[in-house]
């Protein structure tokens, strides 16, 4: 074709006008589409740049919510899944008008079944996280003060978010099983661990005890309520799971579900609209507010620092002798944080409670004796004999299990909680063979339904005694009791149980309730909302430690609670006055004491990043023993900062190198160097733990020793990694409450030690 119109056009003349003409038509064609599309692409842009500024727009109002939620301004109490709040923005974000609508979501929604509510029982608690970022090792703890009975544990929960995966064959502690259910669930993993059937909390594989502190004579307490532990790992590793949550869910509908409270769910719309042009644009996120913990040992790297102040609660009516003997117990005592501890943009972010005392048990009160007369209140199953005031297990053939009930019942309703136990003897003479295995169990309702079997001994070398607390929703006026043999599979095999007994007494565990004033005012937590009011607050974790190789029928303890809510409804910033009354102690041993201390831990940004470790495990100092701690993942800088406080109770003035005359130092050493408590003198470096301390805050404390001590270079030096704590005795005997230790860090930034961030995060409405 080209060469055809190229002959053509050789071929004439005076075409040059028509080929201009047919360009032109051409062009005319060309040309306006060519403009359209110019228009188009401007048009375009136009709407592009438009929605981006919707996009942008709503985008602060989710910033501005996650600022509100964090920083509690938002007016929407712990558990309150019905409130919904909207504002608008003050301002226009790119001339747009921002509605923000902020909701608390219950974590569970969709997950489980909220007929039995949505508030969590503080009887049952449960909490979760990373442990070991490193690892990818993640940790459930759940913990239960036994207050509802035989509690049935048939599922264990935990949500993982975006990004993470359960890693197959990884569970330990109360099952080695993977997750019954791995589900898809909010972008990220449910994973669930149903238990069927169900399976009674205490009867949970109990969690290995803590490491001891090197040195020996680490006698750790007693520790209530009683906790259990599931771990397993994700992948990846190196990241923290943020917004990540567990729960647990048993069979008791008064008791179903608890979860972890460190984390508050929260879902927010913003809708930037341009009144204009009628356009709108929303946003809608799921956000987390997380709390965190440092109770229970363990460090956090944040912006801020602590204060630590505490008084006793016991003193001498009379200047004390070369034997002091504390004889008078206070009804309250105080201590003040001033204004020039604490900086002016502080925030406290912990608040934690600590008292502590010795008791001795009270004159046991009978309720119940297997003397001759009461062998009637006895019936016997097969193979069981009542002889010589004994119980006599006796098997010789056929069935290998076999009851023996308490025939009528006793009314125990009188009975004090937690002091109600049921002792008896078993004779040594006879011994059980493996396999064999004595229970036990409690009715209150006169035998119609019975409680779980708890085991009192199992195989060979049983005990020649047994003790054990009756739970308190036993005590009726229908209280019965029976004993189970198990295993009892050969021929004359025996079993003796005599002197059997139910006592009462007047205080054998901690005193779990006191007053807790700030500024004057008492403040407790109503259904878990702090208020201020007259009622008193309770622990939430207690330990309860056996001084009778000490002094014979003694105990210590130590309580501890999170007061943070309590501390900030009064002093947002933490200075005050604080005071503490009705902690019960006994008085007149040269091992009384009572007392009690507060830890503030607050950030602010006109510090520097610091970590802060805590250990509160309540430890026993035996005589000539020591007990060495190693904190790790720290750096100081070139002018290295650090302090430590510790509160010890028990501390002996008259027991020192000095006074004993020989190797009978009570002291504390922080990377070997013997510590001084502070400047004036109070205490020496070989009595430090003298129930003496110059206090803090510039008061006096006579009576349990609450010492602070500047660590600060050259004790610890530039560029330290690791400081090792050492505490030891001589010929005194001392508990410790807690040690807490602040390390000024050359980590850069500061990570706060709550946080709050988007779960998920989606987009739409746009008009």
Not at 720 to 732: F, P
Request: hydrophobic content about 35%.
């Amino acid at each position: 074709m080209n060469r055809r119109l190229t002959k053509v056009l050789k071929g004439e003349k005076g075409q040059a006008l028509v080929v201009v003409l047919i360009l032109m038509v051409l062009g005319g064609l060309l040309i306006v589409p060519c403009l359209n599309y110019t228009a188009t692409s401007l048009n375009a842009g136009q709407i592009h740049k438009e929605t981006m500024a919707l996009i942008y727009a709503a985008d602060a109002g989710v910033g501005d919510a996650l600022w509100g939620i964090k920083n509690e301004t938002v007016p929407i109490g712990p558990f309150d899944y019905e409130t919904e709040v909207s504002y608008f923005l003050p301002e226009e974000i790119n001339g747009k008008a921002v509605e923000v609508t902020i909701q608390q979501v219950w974590p569970l929604s969709g997950l489980e079944s909220d007929a039995n509510g949505t508030t969590p029982s503080s009887h049952l608690m449960i909490t979760g996280g990373i442990i070991d970022e490193e690892a990818g090792e993640y940790k459930v703890q759940m913990s239960y003060d036994g207050s509802a009975g035989d509690l049935l544990i048939d599922r264990v929960g935990v949500w993982l978010p975006p990004g993470f995966d359960y890693v197959t064959g990884s569970s330990s502690g109360i099952t080695t099983d993977d997750p019954t259910n791995i589900l898809d669930w909010h972008g990220g993993k449910a994973l669930e661990w149903d238990f069927l059937p169900a399976v009674n909390f205490l009867d949970l594989p109990v969690p290995p005890p803590p490491e001891p502190p090197p040195g020996g004579g680490f006698t750790p307490a007693e520790e209530y309520p009683s906790w259990r532990t599931l771990t397993f790992n994700v992948s990846p590793v190196g990241e923290f799971a943020n917004g990540t949550y567990t729960w647990v869910r048993t069979t008791n509908i008064n008791l179903y579900l608890s979860w972890d409270t460190n984390y508050s769910n929260y879902k927010i719309n913003s809708t930037a609209t341009d009144v204009a042009e009628s356009k709108s644009f929303s946003v809608e996120s799921y956000s987390y507010l997380s709390k965190g913990s440092l109770s229970g040992g363990g460090d956090i790297l944040f912006r801020g620092g602590y204060r630590a102040i505490g008084q006793t609660l016991e003193t001498y009516s009379s200047p004390p002798g070369a034997h002091p003997k504390r004889d008078v117990l206070l009804a309250e005592s105080s201590s003040t944080i001033s204004d020039t501890n604490i900086p002016d943009d502080a925030e406290v972010i912990w608040a934690y409670l600590y008292w502590s005392a010795m008791f001795a048990e009270d004159e046991e009160q009978i309720l119940f004796e297997d003397s001759c007369a009461n062998m009637n209140s006895w019936v016997p199953g097969s193979d069981w004999t009542v002889s010589s005031s004994r119980f006599r297990g006796h098997h010789s053939g056929g069935e290998s299990d076999r009851y023996l009930t308490m025939l009528n019942s006793l009314d125990l309703s009188a009975a004090p909680s937690g002091s109600t136990k049921v002792r008896w003897n078993q004779d040594e003479s006879e011994r059980l063979e493996y396999g064999d295995c004595l229970k036990f169990q409690f009715s209150s309702d006169g035998g119609i339904t019975w409680g779980g079997l708890i085991t009192a001994f199992c195989d060979d070398n049983p005990p020649s005694s047994f003790s054990y607390t009756i739970p308190s929703q036993y005590l009726t006026g229908d209280f019965k009791m029976r004993f189970y043999l198990g295993g009892f599979g050969d021929w004359g095999e025996y079993c003796y149980i005599d002197n059997i007994r139910i006592t009462a007494t007047l205080a054998t565990t901690a005193d779990t309730s006191v007053k807790f004033k700030v500024n004057g005012q008492q403040v407790y937590f109503d259904e878990g909302v702090p208020t201020v009011g007259g009622q008193d607050v309770t622990a939430s974790r207690w330990w309860i430690k056996d001084n009778s190789d000490v002094s014979p029928n003694t105990y210590s303890y130590s309580c501890f609670l999170d007061v943070t809510g309590l501390v900030k409804l009064i002093s947002p910033r933490g200075n005050g006055t604080y005071t503490v009354g009705d902690v019960y102690g006994t008085l007149g041993y040269e091992t009384s004491y009572a007392g009690w201390s507060l830890v503030l831990v607050y950030s602010s940004p006109s510090e520097q990043v610091h970590n802060i470790y805590l250990y509160d495990n309540f430890l026993f100092a035996d005589q000539y023993t020591n007990h060495t701690f190693t904190i790790e993942g720290f750096q100081t800088p070139e002018d290295a900062e650090a302090k430590l406080t510790c509160f010890v109770g028990e501390g002996d003035p008259q027991y020192g190198d000095f006074q004993m005359g020989g190797n009978d130092r009570d002291y504390i050493e922080f990377n070997g160097y013997p510590l001084p408590d502070t400047p004036d003198g109070v205490n020496s470096q070989d009595n430090v733990w003298n129930s003496e301390s110059s206090g803090l805050g510039g008061e006096a404390i006579s009576g349990v020793d609450i010492d602070a001590f500047d660590v600060s270079s050259p004790i610890i030096q530039p560029e330290a990694t690791w400081a090792n704590v050492e505490l030891g005795t001589g010929y005194d005997v001392w508990n410790l409450v807690y040690i807490i230790l602040s390390f000024r860090s050359d980590i850069p930034g500061g990570l706060a030690p709550n946080s709050v961030g988007s779960i998920t995060y989606s987009c739409g409405g746009g008009s």
